[in-house]
């Protein structure tokens, strides 16, 4: 599975962006599908992530409330709709998957990473 991730840019604080993942090659084996982020000096973190089959959702405790995740199956896609951003979602945002649908599996095939930068 090769995962394509986009979207990320330049905002400001409150302001709203989209990022999308396009997952290409076995995408039939998908069995989830996540975004993580990692911020310069800091560990990666969870972000958000749904299950391909059943779409249940989860989402750190950091964003919760503010990102959605969705998925458009017909299009091998996971979006990640940010909003109410603030200099502290600054990050390289990844999109990753795996043939798991147990999200606490771990993941298997990660995207490029697309950096998101919120000024203040």
């Known amino acids: 599975v090769q995962l394509q991730a986009s979207g990320g840019g330049l905002v400001h604080t409150g302001d709203s962006l989209r990022l999308s993942c396009v997952a290409s090659?076995?995408?039939?084996?998908?069995?989830?599908m996540g975004w993580f982020r990692q911020a310069p000096g800091k560990e990666r973190e969870f972000v958000a992530g749904l299950t391909w089959r059943h779409d249940s959702r989860f989402y750190g405790v950091s964003v919760k409330g503010r990102f959605t995740i969705s998925r458009d199956i017909a299009k091998n896609t996971v979006y990640l709709q940010m909003s109410s951003l603030s200099p502290e979602d600054t990050a390289v945002y990844y999109c990753?998957?795996?043939?798991?649908?147990?999200?606490?599996?771990?993941?298997?095939?990660w995207g490029q990473g697309t950096l998101v930068t919120v000024s203040s």
């Open positions: 990753a998957a795996d043939d798991s649908e147990d999200l606490r599996a771990g993941f298997d095939y």
């Open positions: 090659g076995r995408t039939f084996s998908i069995g989830n």
